[in-house]
């Protein structure tokens, strides 16, 4: 019910805009965060947004360089990653959950709807 897009190949010090679109669900309602997962790696929390809009939270690797925002008419979730490093290279999931508040946000078994994840590849 989810579906993350805008991935793709970008260099360095670039910028990518992933977008995260639902049609089944009302974002209104929904606490929406991104993870990712690189290659050999555990999937990692990237930044989440409550419901209400009134929350976030940043891993602080990508503080001052990415914004989520929600635009619940369009039940659609932004991530704008600027500054791009290689080490941001991953393959990006966009989760909902209806049940997440503060202390669970960066823990994915909080969320029940998952994304099919777009890839992000960073050059240096």
């Known amino acids: 019910q989810l579906q993350a897009f805008g991935g793709g190949l970008v260099q360095a010090g670039g910028s990518l805009r992933l977008s995260c679109a639902t049609s089944?669900?009302?974002?209104?309602?929904?606490?929406v965060a991104w993870f990712r997962q690189a290659p050999g790696k555990e999937r990692e929390f990237v930044v989440g947004?409550?419901?209400?809009?009134?929350?976030?939270s940043y891993e602080d690797s990508v503080k001052s360089r990415f914004t989520i925002s929600k635009d619940n008419a369009k039940n659609t979730v932004y991530l704008q990653m600027n500054s791009l490093k290689p080490e941001d290279t991953a393959v990006y999931y966009c989760?909902?959950?209806?049940?997440?508040?503060?202390?669970?946000?960066?823990?994915?078994?909080?969320?029940?709807?998952w994304g099919q994840g777009t890839l992000v590849t960073v050059s240096s």
């Open positions: 947004i409550r419901r209400n809009n009134a929350f976030t």
């Open positions: 089944g669900l009302a974002f209104t309602w929904y606490a």
């Open positions: 989760a909902a959950d209806r049940g997440v508040i503060n202390t669970t946000m960066r823990n994915s078994r909080a969320y029940t709807y």
